[in-house]
């Protein structure tokens, strides 16, 4: 199974970046998925997930109304549109998938990628 996280890099306070998460060796249609993400000197924490029809989500409290997670069953690939970012939104950003719904914390899920680096200058 492997997870392949990419799209991050350097953005301005305000400014829209969309991360994306290929995935291969398993059945991704059939799994829930979500994104997480660990800022320097904290834990890994959640971000948002949706189920495998890609018709249900859910997000963390901080970034509802801001963030907005995508699948594409066909090219078996997760997104996750990043708008108003702001300075606490700077972390490592990672996928992760074979997840039990409406789960947050890190230990539910069975799949992860190597995250990618979003940073946001202020």
């Known amino acids: 199974v492997q997870l392949q996280a990419c799209g991050g890099g350097l953005v301005q306070a305000g400014d829209s970046l969309r991360l994306s998460c290929a995935a291969s060796g398993y059945t991704f249609r059939s799994s829930n998925v979500a994104w997480f993400r660990r800022a320097p000197g904290k834990e890994r924490e959640f971000v948002g997930a949706?189920?495998?029809?890609?018709?249900?989500?859910y997000y963390a409290d901080y970034v509802v109304g801001r963030f907005t997670i995508s699948r594409d069953n066909t090219k078996n690939a997760l997104y996750l549109q990043m708008n108003s970012v702001k300075s606490e939104d700077t972390a490592v950003y990672y996928c992760?998938?074979?997840?039990?719904?409406?789960?947050?914390?890190?230990?539910?899920?069975?799949?992860w990628g190597q995250g990618t680096q979003v940073t946001v200058s202020s």
């Open positions: 992760a998938a074979n997840g039990r719904w409406a789960a947050r914390s890190p230990d539910r899920f069975g799949y």
């Open positions: 949706i189920n495998s029809s890609g018709v249900r989500k």
